[in-house]
């Protein structure tokens, strides 16, 4: 894999949760690249074994279900095992849910889905999903990380401007976003940073189907998305990479914490006129 710039990771251990994911795959890869061994975390143990296999023996693939915390220290144990100790938490489990998502953008719409149909427990499995999965996570990786330490969250432009149809995932990026900084401000005298990155627009499993149809045209919430970026595409996975390789070095960014850092295209930039 293609890298931007190397930042010098050797003898350090990064566990990526989320890891079989279509944006994890990369972030593993880049860290794998720059010299660190790589802990790999999914629920879907066949994904994560799927990335280790093809980055070799510095990558160990764990079935690990991140909102149970038994699953998380038991995934922890073989880490240490394998590799000695933690250095850098990628926090990349996540996602949206059907159930918490409307059909329509606004109530005086009509028909399908609406805000009062919602399933509270769909709504409660994204945010679960998205929050919890970081909050245990970040309990469990960061004891004994000490001076040095990084946490990475994967935050969202839903945290600056929520977008129609997904209160749910909108919302709980925003507490990413929120739990980011407050963990930066309670572990900086321990010498841990955390930090998280923003991307904008990018295509990946869970969003295909919304973005574009079977026959591969864009949808109406494709063409409404691009017209609210600047730069008028979609963000290629690569092209977080080097947002990732900036925070998960302590050399270029040592006095960097509590930073939420967009990768989109220039959207949160754009006013509409």
Known sequence: ????????????????????????????????????????????????????????????????????????????????????????????????????????????????????SLDEAGLRFVFDLNIMTAFLATQVF??????????????????????????????????????TQWLAVHFAASGIRCNAIAPGFFVTNQNRALLFTEEGDPTPRTQKILAATPMKKFGAPQELIGALLFLASNEASGFVTGVVLPVDGGFSAYSGV
């Open 1 to 116: 894999m293609k890298i931007p710039f190397q930042v010098d990771l050797a003898d350090k251990t990064a566990v990526i949760t989320g890891a079989g994911g279509v944006l994890m795959r990369k972030f593993a890869r880049a860290l794998y690249a720059c010299g660190a061994n790589v802990a790999l975390l999914d629920i879907n143990f066949d994904a994560a074994q799927e990335v280790a296999n093809e980055l070799g023996e510095r990558a160990l693939a764990l079935r690990c279900d991140c909102l149970d915390k038994q699953s998380l220290y038991a995934a922890r144990e073989e880490v240490v095992s394998a590799f000695g100790g933690v250095h850098l938490l990628v926090n990349g489990a996540g996602g949206n849910s059907p159930r918490a998502t409307t059909s329509n953008e606004s109530a005086d719409m009509g028909g399908g889905k609406d805000f009062f």
């Open 142 to 179: 960061a004891q004994g990380m000490g001076e040095g330490g990084n946490i990475i969250n994967v935050s969202s432009m839903n945290a600056y401007r929520p977008l129609t149809k997904i209160p749910a995932y909108s919302a709980a990026k925003a507490g990413i976003s929120n739990l």
